[in-house]
C-alpha cells in the first residue's frame, strides 16, 4: 500500500516552454502533497507543501508564478514549470502525506526535467 | 530552527557485515516523528524505518535497526547482515507532529556494500 506515482518519469522540453509534472497517490487519498527538487548527490529541498483545495505553500525563495502548483483532488497534485529555462533542469520528487499517526511521507519515483 | 545533521558523507561495509548511519538533530518540540529513507541508483525514495519520539523501545525493520537516544538528540541506524542492495544514499529526516509535517531533511549518508 501507500503507493505514489509520478509522470512522466523523464522530459526533455525547449528553453521558453512549459512542462507539467503529475503526481497521484494511488491508494490512498492524500489531503497534502510535498514538491522536492533534488540535485545531484544533494539531499531533497522543499519547494511547495500541496494542500488539496487550498493554495500551495511556497518555500522561500521558489517562485510561484514560475513553479505553479494545482492540488484538485485528493489524489493528484501537478507542478506546471512555466517558462522553463536550462537552470531548471533537476530532479524533481512529489511525496503524498499519508496522515494518521506516523505522518509519514511516500515518495513517487521522480521525474527527471532538462532544458534544453 | 530544526537541523538534522548526517556526519558520515560516505561509508562503505562487507557484505554480510554490520554498519551503522549516524544522524542527529535538534528541534525544541516534544512530539515528532523520525525517520529513514533510503534512495537507491533508481533515485525512488524508500521508507526504511520510522520512529516516534514518544517511544522508548527502538524500531526494527527486519535487518535494519535504531538506536533513539531522545536525550542526546540521536537517531542512528544499524543495517545487519549488509545485502548489496542495500547501496543507497540515507537520508535521516524527522517531522514535527500536527504542523503540517514538513520534513527535514538530512544531508544523507552514501552507503556502498562491497561484495
Known amino acids: 500500500g501507500a503507493v505514489v506515482s509520478q509522470h512522466p518519469s523523464r522530459v526533455i522540453c525547449k528553453s521558453g516552454t512549459s512542462v507539467k509534472i503529475e503526481c497521484r497517490s494511488l491508494d490512498f487519498q492524500a489531503t497534502t502533497m510535498f514538491w522536492y527538487r533534488q540535485f545531484p548527490k544533494q539531499s531533497l529541498m522543499l519547494m511547495a507543501t500541496s494542500n488539496e483545495g487550498s493554495k500551495a505553500t511556497y518555500e522561500q525563495g521558489v517562485e510561484k508564478d514560475k513553479f505553479l502548483i494545482n492540488h484538485a483532488s485528493l489524489t493528484l497534485s501537478t507542478l506546471t514549470v512555466t517558462s522553463a529555462h536550462p537552470e531548471d533542469s533537476s530532479f524533481y520528487i512529489c511525496?503524498?502525506?499519508?496522515?494518521?499517526?506516523?505522518?509519514?511521507?511516500?515518495f513517487g519515483p521522480g521525474t527527471r526535467l532538462t532544458v534544453l | 530552527a530544526q537541523t538534522v545533521t548526517q556526519s558520515q558523507p560516505e561509508m562503505s561495509v562487507q557484505e554480510a557485515e554490520t554498519v551503522t548511519l549516524s544522524c542527529t538533530y535538534d528541534?525544541?518540540?516534544?512530539?515528532?516523528?523520525l525517520f529513514w529513507y533510503k534512495q537507491p541508483p533508481s533515485r525512488q525514495m524508500i521508507l526504511v524505518i520510522r520512529q516516534e519520539a514518544y517511544k522508548q523501545q527502538n524500531a526494527t525493520e527486519n535487518r535494519f535497526s535504531v538506536n533513539f537516544q531522545k536525550a542526546a538528540k540521536s537517531f542512528s541506524l544499524k543495517i545487519s547482515d549488509s545485502q548489496l542492495g542495500d547501496t543507497a544514499m540515507y537520508f535521516c529526516?524527522?517531522?514535527?507532529?500536527?504542523?503540517?509535517?514538513?520534513?527535514?531533511f538530512g544531508t544523507g549518508t552514501s552507503l556502498t556494500v562491497i561484495p
Open positions: 529526516a524527522f517531522s514535527i507532529s500536527n504542523t503540517g509535517n514538513q520534513f527535514y
Open positions: 511525496s503524498a502525506r499519508l496522515a494518521g499517526l506516523t505522518d509519514t511521507q511516500y
Open positions: 528541534t525544541s518540540e516534544n512530539n515528532y516523528y
